[in-house]
Structures are given as C-alpha cells and as structure tokens.
C-alpha cells in the first residue's frame, strides 16, 4: 500500500521559517519525481517546487530564494525548508508523487499570521 504522510505544518509569524516533512512508503521512491503542492482556499492547486529522481528542481516564481526542496532517498523523505513565509504562503501543502503513476498525500496546514 502506498502512502505519502506529511507533517511539520503549523502557525508561523510573517518571515518565520517551517520544515515540512513528507514520508513515503510503498513506492521504489528514488524513481519518482517529488513535488510539493499547495491550495489556498477559494484557489487551485498550484505547484509548489518539484525533485526529480536525478535531484533536479524546480520551484515557482512565488518562492524562489525562499524555500529549498530536497529529497533522502535511503529514508524515502522530501523535504520543503520555507524561509520568510508570508502571509500569502498559507495553504495546505501536498506532497505528490509521479512516475509511471500518482500519488497524493492527505496534506499538511500552513497558516502565515501574525
């Protein structure tokens, strides 16, 4: 059975910083491209920053230079650093996984307020 299980998520003062944590089990996870999503409410689903299985990324224009995707192949975790958050970086953050197939994890909440 495959499972993607964030954690880290919070409530964070403007230009805090939170790590967010994504396990995956079930999967040959070094094959797979990780992506971190994210939906606002009353928004769609946007892409976040992604790592191939080369360890390739690539991030939105929204959060270049202020969060870092990264991935532990031995321990099956991608990983999202978020520096300077903003009050517009609240959302709940998905982690995706894609290869041959897809899959989504349940989401983690991120709440940017002071």
């Known amino acids: 059975q495959v499972q993607l299980v964030e954690s880290g998520g919070g409530l964070v003062q403007p230009g805090g910083s939170l790590r967010l944590s994504c396990a995956a089990s079930g999967i040959i996870f070094s094959a797979y491209t990780m992506t971190w999503y994210r939906q606002a409410p009353g928004k769609q689903r946007e892409l976040v920053a992604a790592i191939t299985s080369g360890g390739s990324t690539n991030y939105a224009d929204s959060v270049k230079g202020r969060f870092t995707i990264s991935r532990d192949n031995a321990k099956t975790m991608v990983y999202l650093q978020m520096n300077s958050l903003k009050p517009e970086d609240t959302a709940v953050y998905y982690c995706?996984?894609?290869?041959?197939?897809?899959?989504w994890g349940q989401g983690t909440q991120v709440t940017v307020s002071s």
């Open positions: 995706y996984a894609r290869n041959h197939r897809t899959f």
